[in-house]
T-cell receptor
Framework: EDQVTQSPEALRLQEGESSSLNCSYTVSGLRGLFWYRQDPGKGPEFLFTLYSAGEEKEKERLKATLTKKESFLHITAPKPEDSATYLCAVYDYGGATNKLIFGTGTLLAVQP | DSGVTQTPKHLITATGQRVTLRCSPRSGDLSVYWYQQSLDQGLQFLIQYYNGEERAKGNILERFSAQQFPDLHSELNLSSLELGDSALYFC????????????FGPGTRLLVL
């Protein structure tokens, strides 16, 4: 069964304390890995799309990387405004439907 | 602001009732997706429409249905509502049918009492 697993479930950091979030996936035909940020009660906000192993993308304090089995979201010197749930998702074309499969997210709290 | 709009923002109704949620995709996007997000289930794909036609189905209940109109807006109809249908419902859109970035709307929070 296709799966997306994110870890840790929750992470508390001090402002300026860098860390990484993990997303591991098992799909029969990967066609892209996506990172979103979601604030409470809001819609997911698109961050990055990665298509092939070795690819990296950066935006401000965030950097996403992709290997054949997992992706990392590195957060460098985070600020309190980076506090949110970070969701990872993959497309799967291997089954009967081409749908976006989401992980359950990592809840990040950055304390001043 | 993603450019995807959803109405209403909040909806409170009773069990057994029927409601309609509305979504307008980003300008130029032909694909519309519906998702349900509840506390214990995470974000679950329901259904996709492309240029008016149903193209993919996920974990959508038979009590739920959707359609996409010629102007590309979409509606999600939920009927015979149960307490467990209380959730956030999101619409997303993308330009085409291929595996590409989806942009999400602000969501509709449904509370079934």
């Amino acid at each position: 069964e296709d799966q997306v697993t994110q870890s840790p479930e929750a992470l508390r950091l001090q402002e300026g304390e860098s860390s990484s979030l993990n997303c591991s996936y098992t799909v029969s035909g990967l066609r892209g890995l996506f990172w979103y940020r979601q604030d409470p009660g809001k819609g997911p906000e698109f961050l990055f799309t990665l298509y092939s192993a070795g690819e990296e993308k950066e935006k401000e304090r965030l950097k996403a990387t992709l290997t054949k089995k997992e992706s990392f979201l590195h957060i460098t010197a985070p600020k309190p405004e980076d506090s949110a749930t970070y969701l990872c998702a993959v497309y799967d074309y291997g089954g009967a439907t081409n749908k976006l499969i989401f992980g359950t997210g990592t809840l990040l709290a950055v304390q001043p | 602001d993603s450019g995807v709009t959803q109405t209403p923002k909040h909806l409170i109704t009773a069990t057994g009732q029927r409601v309609t949620l509305r979504c307008s995709p980003r300008s130029g996007d032909l694909s519309v997706y519906w998702y349900q997000q509840s506390l214990d289930q995470g974000l679950q794909f329901l259904i996709q429409y492309y240029n008016g036609e149903e193209r993919a189905k996920g974990n959508i209940l038979e009590r739920f249905s959707a359609q996409q109109f010629p102007d590309l807006h979409s509606e999600l109809n939920l009927s015979s509502l149960e307490l467990g249908d209380s959730a956030l419902y999101f619409c997303a859109s993308s330009p085409r049918l291929a595996a590409e970035t989806q942009y999400f709307g602000p969501g509709t929070r449904l509370l079934v009492l």
